[in-house]
């Protein structure tokens, strides 16, 4: 059974940081890109970043994250991890990270991934 778990979110100030983690569990993880996706209230689910399956060290970002948040994939421990710098009040909402397999391209759309964690909360304060 594919299993995410998100872990790492909190209370922060603005221009403060965070570091999430992805843990999976239950299939090979090195086939899998990971997605780092965001949900606000109210607001549409919105893509963050993405460690591809072919990569270790070619990230995608958002515009909105670029320059700001680090996506690190280690495929030995299962795990990618979203490190989150200069956060602003617009950062706040539930961070989720997705699972999709072998997928080569559109890694930015959230209907690629199957497999889903609970989420984490982050929030940021001005």
């Known amino acids: 059974e594919v299993q995410l778990v998100e872990s790492g979110g909190g209370l922060v100030q603005a221009g403060g940081s965070l570091r999430l983690s992805c843990a999976a569990f239950g299939f090979t993880f090195d086939d899998y890109a990971i997605g780092w996706f965001r949900q606000a209230p109210g607001k549409e689910r919105e893509f963050v970043a993405a460690?591809?399956?072919?990569?270790?060290?070619?990230?995608y970002y958002s515009d909105a994250v670029k320059g700001r948040f680090t996506a690190s994939r280690d495929n030995a421990k299962s795990t990618v991890s979203l490190q989150m710098t200069g956060l602003k009040p617009e950062d706040t909402a539930n961070y989720y990270c997705?699972?999709?397999?072998?997928?080569?391209?559109?890694?930015?759309?959230?209907?690629?991934?199957?497999?889903w964690g609970q989420g984490t909360q982050v929030t940021v304060s001005s």
């Open positions: 997705a699972a999709s397999y072998r997928t080569m391209g559109g890694v930015q759309y959230a209907s690629l991934y199957n497999s």
């Open positions: 460690a591809p399956w072919w990569s270790t060290t070619s990230p």
